[in-house]
């Protein structure tokens, strides 16, 4: 596709439910980010792909939360026993391996915990 | 670690005016890039300009332009002849250099109103 596509855009579940969060990149764009934006405030680094593994993952806030990127293409963030806490837009986006390629988003996906 | 610090939380400007959002920053790195990000209600991060830390001019791209102050760790975003599309959130945003695809650090962000 042209951008970064997110799946769903919108998610509404209940407290203690496990989540997937999908994740396409720029065809071609080795690097994946997953970030987390909570109301008010600005994105918070959670993991980074190079390839297919993970290359940072210092930002996943507890072992509830795990990403995965088994092909080096399309990244799933899956969130366990959900929390009310969890609740935020996770923001994607994708780079070339390029020192300061740019990096492209996508929309985002809006979690709400209820 | 890197932090990234945007002090306005609101502003507004009239339409056809100038506007100036501020970002300060904190690094012990000498070489690192810093970004400003908009942001419309679609969530989408869009770039709006960049600069290379090791670039003494001012990065411009239309009317877009910074005041980059590396002593002062000053990164500020004045917006010429403000358009009603240019309203959105702006974030402020640092990379560390050559350390390959470092991860983005944002501030808290600036939301900017255009008053017709």
């Known amino acids: 596709g042209a951008g970064v596509s997110q799946t769903p855009s919108n998610k509404v579940t209940e407290k203690g439910k496990y989540v997937e969060l999908r994740c396409d990149p720029i065809?071609?764009?080795?690097?994946l980010y997953w970030y987390r934006q909570s109301l008010g405030q600005g994105p918070e680094f959670l993991i980074y792909?190079?390839?297919?593994?993970?290359?940072?993952d210092s930002g996943l806030p507890n072992d509830r939360f795990f990403a995965v990127r088994p092909e080096g293409s399309v990244s799933t963030l899956k969130i366990q026993r959900t929390e009310r806490g969890d609740s935020a837009v996770y923001l994607c986006a994708s780079s070339l391996t390029v020192d300061n390629s740019p990096l492209h988003f996508g929309n985002g996906t809006r979690l709400t915990v209820t | 670690a890197q932090t990234v610090t945007q002090s306005q939380p609101e502003m507004s400007v009239q339409e056809a005016e100038t506007v100036t959002l501020s970002c300060t920053y904190d690094t012990s790195e000498s070489d690192y890039y810093l970004f400003w990000y908009k942001q419309p209600p679609s969530r989408q991060m869009i770039l709006v300009i960049r600069?290379?830390?090791?670039?003494?001019q001012n990065a411009t791209e239309n009317r877009f332009s910074v005041n980059f102050q590396k002593a002062a760790k000053s990164f500020s975003l004045k917006i010429s002849d403000s358009q009603l599309g240019d309203a959105a959130m702006y974030f402020c945003?640092?990379?560390?250099?050559?350390?390959?695809?470092?991860?983005?650090?944002f501030g808290t962000g600036t939301r900017l109103t255009i008053i017709p």
């Open positions: 065809s071609g764009h080795t690097a």
């Open positions: 600069q290379e830390a090791y670039k003494q």
């Open positions: 792909f190079q390839g297919t593994g993970a290359a940072d």
């Open positions: 945003a640092y990379r560390r250099a050559n350390f390959g695809n470092e991860k983005l650090t």
